[in-house]
């Protein structure tokens, strides 16, 4: 979309998004001793130094990836966690996911993009732990990569309207954008996709 163009809105979008998968991960924190969650590959012995917004600051500043892919990468975490519901988004996997979801969305949207050991050296991780992550993150989205106009409008729609929200001072131009209005995200991210009851996604708690 062109607002996704404005550097103004891609440095709000990528704070905000950052901010979602801080809160996101500090609830399922919180609830990790009372729901059950598996341990994966993108699980971390422990918690990374570096914190989800730096280290997202540092995808977006190294893997030049279309605007578009930060949209289609949060479509994914969002089906991801959907899918994968004994593995909610935390503070030990939420870096993995995170540079996982980018090249993926980058090798689906972008004609041109950089390998994964490109990827790894962004992510901190080696090429072949990016090579193990990339396949798991794949067959835990059931290798559902396209992503509709529709679709992608609807979240395009969620987070403008979060960000809205949340940072009132956005300029007019953001403010004038076309995107609108999705309900607040409480454990995980997640939408329900059904297209075929008029494309109407709704957060699951």
């Known amino acids: ?25 500090e609830s399922n924190d919180n609830n990790c001793q009372f729901q059950p969650q598996k341990i994966s590959v993108f699980h971390g012995l422990t918690r990374p130094t570096i914190s989800i ?29 959907q899918s994968q519901p004994s593995l909610p988004i ?22 041109m993009y950089y390998n994964n050991a490109y990827y790894a050296k962004v992510g ?3 090429t072949t732990e990016m090579n193990f992550l990339e396949v798991d993150f794949l067959f835990g989205l059931g290798f559902q990569l396209n992503v509709t106009p529709t679709t992608f409008q609807t979240y395009c729609c969620y987070l403008q ?23 607040s995200l409480k454990l995980h991210l ?7 009851k008029h494309q109407k996604q709704q957060l699951a708690v």
């Open 1 to 25: 979309m062109a607002e996704l163009e404005n550097p103004k809105v891609m440095t709000n979008l990528i704070t905000f998004l950052s901010s979602l998968l801080q809160r996101v991960s």
């Open 53 to 81: 917004q730096s280290y997202l600051e540092r995808i977006f500043k190294y893997a030049n990836c279309s605007p578009s892919c930060y949209i289609v990468a949060y479509v994914y975490l969002d089906r991801f966690a």
């Open 90 to 111: 935390n503070s030990l996997n939420v870096h993995r996911l995170l540079i996982t979801s980018v090249m993926v969305a980058a090798k689906f949207m972008d004609d």
């Open 124 to 126: 901190g991780i080696s």
């Open 161 to 183: 309207r979060e960000m809205i929200l949340m940072q009132p001072p956005l300029s007019n131009t953001t403010l004038d954008s076309s995107l609108s209005l999705g309900k």
């Open 190 to 196: 997640c939408f329900n996709e059904e297209e075929s």
